[in-house]
């Protein structure tokens, strides 16, 4: 296999020199590939994507897949989700992307329209003709309209697709952008709207605005016509929070503006907007979630046990960790009384996924052993009581709820498996079962392919499920890909995974994915039991799913992969940096690689909640046991690592693949890297950069697996 080793003139080191860990020299000869547009860090971007392009487009199944993959990444028989759903106009809005609109249309049609076969689809805003005019390529990354009419909508722009952001003001009804009307130049900005002339924001203000992981720590009250810098300041968060975000939520009492100061990534304060006073902190404990508004009440997940002295003339109470409540937000900005209504007690394998607020009801998914349930909630005010309904949708797949408006009764239920495609289904309100309007065509032929779910064994005895997908005939270790993440209370649900389906099913693979610890898949105790102190519990169970894989008889370490982006391209470095021998495929994307540096790699500081503070002893003592950059070894063989990231990547910066492949190289460890220039956390700002990305795993992966490049 091809050993590519960086000059040592390039380098500024010898390649002998690294033949031990980074944990031992605590050295870090890479540094200057931080410098993300740096024109010395670009050269090199530039050269190993030339060599990586090299071979893989030049692989004999590289055309096909590209072609296959654009197709169904551009096929016109996709479901056009609905992004916003404007009950009062009639309108359901739809962003997209297609070979003729790359950067895509933000589109519309009426609601009846949109329930028939053909829409017609009016546009309201197209986004390539606005990049063209302005010589950019802008990525469209939503809109915030003002209800109930949602004429006036803050847009969000993105250059290349970057989390910094442009905000503009637009008039739907106009369809063009409002002169001289709110405008926001690039950061990483929150808003939200007050009324047509005032809106909420936090931005970057200048020095001292931004908390140290890059984020808004102010909130003003910005007035149309007056300058942003004299906005009177409602809300001022700390420089350690990890940032202060207004929203608005609407019903049928009104509408109310609450700010969010989010002091860790999981632990938040809410506070009631006032007008120009400031805001009132309400009485939720830090643990607590905000997921909508109905009837006055806040919908609250709990991520910790709440015990609460209510003074409604009731003992003390106790809502468990993972509880779906109703808070009576209304009732206590009048009197200051404090009240709680308990919607969902969790059991011990279900979590609370999300919540969807019509004029009727609050609308729950929730997950039972992985699977995907929904239950509708409504509230007598006489009464004072919630009356729960089931709402039916097929088994062994996940369920979603989406296009519902506080102004209207109607849902939509999206489904979908491993192995069934999305089915869109409609109902007009609870007391009709929803119906299905659009289904996405099959994208890869499922004849014969089984969906099983197994269990592993971790390290400490923990059962960790996980499902895998194959065809059911055959027999023997097959070429494997294990995917998972792992971290964040972040859920990996069945999804019809059509390009994994033609690309690599049809091809005679098959795919695992892990439903380990830190994700959300069984609630907040899930995820808590991987953080800090404990995350290698996480890597430990994505090992003993591998092992598990190999132990059935399903793969071997020669047909074995493992693919995760983010988070999960960290659980994949640590995968293949600790048990090398398990695997023979790594696709390591957008992922976070130095661990005991990404605090000083913004918005890096914004996760120390969920893996700690590589400054304080204890967790870094706990963070250079697993951190993938400090533990590859020279002394030690490795599968070859395709490592993808973005230029444009603000929020996982592409320093940390970028230093990861170079010590690789450096060690003369084989490996492949491709950095797309565009892209943002996706690492592609359109669909043909998709496509080509997807056509370089699975060249990759059959190399790898299945022979000629192993």
């Known amino acids: 296999m091809l050993k590519r080793i960086i000059a040592a003139s390039l380098l ?27 024109e010395k860090a670009l050269d090199w971007v530039r050269s190993e994507n030339a060599k990586s392009l090299g071979e893989l487009e030049a692989d004999p199944h590289y055309a096909r897949y590209l072609a296959d993959a654009a197709q169904i990444l551009k096929a016109e028989d996709r479901i056009p989700y609905p992004a916003m759903v404007d009950a009062k106009n009639g309108y359901v809005y739809n ?28 546009t309201v805003l197209d986004l390539d003709a606005l990049s063209k005019a302005e010589n950019e390529t802008w990525v469209f990354k939503g809109a915030d309209c003002l209800g109930p009419d949602n004429r006036l909508c803050l847009v969000t722009l993105s250059r290349g697709g970057s989390d910094a952001s442009e905000q503009r003001e637009f008039d739907t009804e106009r369809k063009e952008f409002v002169p001289d009307g709110f405008f926001l130049k690039e950061a990483k900005s929150g808003t939200s709207w007050v009324d047509a002339d005032t809106i909420l924001v936090g931005t970057d203000f200048g020095e001292g605005a931004l908390t140290t992981s890059g984020y808004p720590r102010i909130t003003k009250l910005w007035r149309r016509g007056t300058p942003l810098e004299q906005a009177p300041v409602l809300l001022e968060g700390k420089t350690t929070d990890t940032g202060v975000w207004p929203s608005t939520f609407e019903d049928a009492t009104g509408q109310i503006s609450i700010i969010n100061r989010a002091v860790t990534f999981f632990d938040s304060e809410y506070y009631l907007v006032d007008g120009e006073n400031p805001a009132r902190q309400i009485p939720l404990p830090l643990s607590a979630e905000l997921l909508g508004y109905h009837k006055g009440k806040l919908i609250v997940r709990l991520r910790a046990d709440w015990t609460v002295a209510l003074t409604s003339g009731e003992k003390e109470t106790t809502y468990a960790q993972g509880a779906l409540i109703a808070f009576g937000l209304q009732d206590w900005a009048k009197s200051g009384t404090v009240a709680a209504d308990l919607l969902i007690a969790r059991g011990p394998r279900e979590a609370v996924e999300d919540v969807a607020i019509t004029r009727d009801a609050v609308i729950v998914t929730m997950l039972d052993n992985v699977r995907g349930r929904v239950r509708a909630l409504t509230y ?64 890869f032929n499922a004849d014969g392919y089984v969906t099983e779910q197994f269990e592993a064994v971790s390290t400490d005895g923990t ?39 033609k690309l690599w099913l049809e091809e005679g693979g098959a795919y695992a994915v892990a439903n380990i610890r830190g994700g959300g898949e069984f609630g907040p105790a899930w995820h808590e039991a991987a953080r800090g102190v404990n995350r290698q519990r996480a890597y430990d169970d994505f090992a003993a799913v591998a092992q598990d894989l190999i132990a059935r008889g399903l793969s071997s370490p020669q047909k074995l992969g493992i693919s995760g982006g983010s988070n999960g391209g960290l659980l994949v470095g640590v995968a293949f940096t600790q048990r090398p021998e398990l695997y023979h495929a790594v696709i390591c994307a957008v992922p976070l690689l130095d661990m005991l540096r990404y605090t000083k790699l913004p918005p890096g500081a914004s996760w120390i909640a969920e893996y700690g503070d590589p400054e304080d002893p204890a967790m870094r003592a706990a963070i250079e046991k697993y951190s993938p950059y400090q533990n590859l070894s020279g002394d030690k063989s490795y599968p070859r690592v395709l490592f993808l990231t973005s230029t444009k990547d603000d929020r996982v910066n592409p320093a940390h693949a970028r230093k990861m492949a170079a010590l690789m190289e450096s060690l003369g460890k084989p490996m492949l890297y491709y950095e797309n220039i565009e892209g943002g956390h996706s690492a592609a700002a359109n669909l043909d950069q998709r496509a080509k990305q997807l056509a370089l795993q699975y060249v990759y992966l059959r190399r790898q697996l299945m022979g000629a490049g192993g």
């Not at 010898?14 to 547009?37: C, G, H, K, N, Q």
């Open 380 to 443: 007598d005010a006489g009464a004072k009581s919630w009356t729960p309904q089931d709402i039916a949708v097929p088994d062994n797949g996940s369920a979603s709820v989406l296009g519902t408006s506080p102004e209207a009764s109607f849902f939509m239920i999206n489904f979908e498996s491993f192995l069934v495609p999305g089915q869109l289904s409609f109902a007009p309100g609870l007391d009709t079962a929803p119906s299905v309007i659009k289904s996405l065509p099959a994208r």
């Open 463 to 501: 059962k960790i499920p996980y499902f895998v997908v194959r065809h059911g005939d055959k027999s023997g270790p097959m070429p494997m890909l294990l995917y998972g993440y792992g971290g964040f209370q972040v859920s990996m649900n069945p999804w019809y995974w059509s390009t994994a389906g």
């Open 12 to 38: 500024g080191i010898s390649a002998i020199s690294m033949t031990v860990s980074l944990a031992a020299t605590r050295d870090d000869p890479f540094l200057w590939l931080e410098e993300v547009e740096g």
């Open 95 to 122: 962003f997209w992307q297609d070979a003729i609109h790359v950067q895509g249309l933000w589109r519309r049609t009426s609601l009846d329209g949109y329930r028939s076969a053909e829409p017609q689809w009016e």
